[in-house]
């Protein structure tokens, strides 16, 4: 018997689209148990039905699944590894993720995957069996950091890969990839700031239900400006947003790709965006003031060329199928053309004196020793310190603290935030520092008063 040729392959494999399905239903299912609701019988038929899919997709000659595992591998096997890359493949499965983790997190773990599908007791040891063999196997699929059974279980980068036949996402020419482990609880923001980086979600979550169940028109980004001053958040809060989606952020470093020579920087902008295309990644472009200030009287060819080369990266944002976040300090230097072509605009402010109360406590090292001595309240009332200035001044008050083999004390604390202000200012006052004044170190305050 001849084997199949590649375009054979090409033209019989199927998609994995219904192993997503089915695990939606089942999402709703439990999460219909959890708040006291019986499925309907539409569901239920529903759910059937694409149980005999998946059966039907697993079997066939050309499945997906073959890519990763040996025919005939074991249903739970195949189960336990839509579970884990589901919510990687298929964003919208995500947010039913979250809400059965209750919110903390979208991946799967042990507990999870065992409620989802249902299993009996007794198949508690196969479970842990094979996650366990497909963490630690020749082929190792799938990561877990803990043997924990509500430890957050993650495919290794390469089997998503594999399975959906993407190329991997290894570079973007001009874009360094960011860490981003952050969460929604870890923001600290106005309400109202938080309720748009969520809405700015929904053009993931409900995408499916508006382009494909309405009809809506199908438009590529989104794109949202953050804007605000440094230290207040922007970065960060895109790194929430990468991590939502259980997507890579990248974040695109501007000054590589302008170029002074005519026609260059819409080839590395071009170059940027063909590495990107169709891979699940989030674009950060940070600080984009110099490239989309206000248009002013065109001189020369040079600035028309400058103004073409914003509508061609703007005009690559919209047509680009992933999200791009732009970051500015000066917002009123934009063009308020530039403006209207965006999805949404959030302003990032400077935290309120409570705001920074939640900060002082979030960002000192949860383990280090703390001194009787250390009032949150004041901390947050005694200086105007932006998000990112109270990261450095806590972390600055922790290695003193650490020098001197005692408690992260108010000298401490004193001494880092005046580094801190000290490197905006070249002259300052102790009554800089407020209500922790008092507690400058004797040299710093001499230094100041002479």
């Known amino acids: 018997m001849n084997s199949p040729t590649p375009q054979q392959v090409l033209n019989n494999t199927p998609t994995l689209d219904v192993e997503w399905q089915r695990l939606e239903a089942l999402g709703r299912c439990l999460l219909d148990s959890r708040y006291g609701r019986d499925p309907d019988s539409n569901s239920l038929e529903q759910l059937q039905q694409l149980q005999v899919q998946v059966c039907t997709l697993r079997e066939g000659a050309f499945s997906p699944w073959r890519r990763l595992v040996r025919p005939h591998a074991p249903a739970l096997a195949l189960d336990l590894l839509a579970c884990v890359i589901g919510p990687q493949a298929h964003p919208p499965l995500a947010w039913i993720y979250r809400d059965l983790n209750g919110g903390q997190h979208h991946h799967a773990s042990a507990v999870l995957i065992h409620a989802l599908l249902a299993l009996e007791v007794d198949e508690n ?92 028109r199908h438009s590529g980004g989104p794109v949202a400006l953050f804007s605000g001053a440094s230290g207040t958040g922007k970065t960060f809060a895109a790194r929430v947003l990468a991590n939502e989606l259980g997507w890579p952020l990248y974040r695109v470093d501007l000054a590589c790709l302008v170029s002074k020579y005519i026609g260059e920087t819409e080839k590395n902008l071009s170059r940027l965006f063909d590495a990107a295309h169709q891979k699940p990644v989030v674009l950060l472009f940070d600080e984009v003031d110099a490239l989309m200030g206000k248009r002013g009287e065109i001189k020369d060819a040079r600035d028309r060329y400058a103004n073409m080369e914003v509508s061609y990266l703007l005009t690559r944002m919209e047509t680009h199928e992933g999200p791009c976040i732009l970051t500015t300090n000066l917002r009123s230097q934009l063009d308020q053309a530039f403006l209207r072509r965006l999805h949404l605009v959030v302003e990032f402010p400077k935290p309120q004196a409570a705001e920074r109360t939640r900060l002082w406590r979030l960002l000192l090292p949860p383990r280090a020793p703390l001194s009787q001595n250390i009032d949150f309240e004041q901390l947050g009332q005694a200086v105007n310190l932006t998000g990112g200035q109270i990261r450095n001044a806590a972390l600055y008050a922790a290695y003193l603290a650490a020098a001197d083999d005692s408690p992260i004390d108010l000298p401490h604390i004193a001494t880092a935030i005046w580094r801190e202000l000290s490197k905006e200012r070249t002259r300052l006052q102790p009554g800089d520092l407020g209500l922790l004044a008092p507690y400058l170190p004797e040299q710093l305050m001499t230094e100041a008063l002479g």
Do not use: M
């Not at 929604?184 to 309720?195: E, K, M, Q, T, W």
């Not at 700015?200 to 239900?209: G, I, Q, W």
């Open 125 to 216: 040891e196969t479970l842990h069996t094979l996650i366990w063999s497909l963490a630690n196997g020749p082929d190792r699929l799938l990561n877990i950091s803990e043997e924990d059974v509500t430890a957050a279980i993650r495919a290794e980068p390469g089997t998503l890969s594999r399975l959906l036949q993407r190329p991997e996402v290894s570079s973007i020419p001009g874009a360094t990839r960011v860490a981003a482990e952050a969460g929604f609880n870890d923001l600290v923001l106005p309400p109202d700031r938080i309720c748009l980086l969520r809405e700015f979600s929904y053009h993931f979550k409900y995408r499916e239900t508006v382009v494909n169940g309405w009809g809506g």
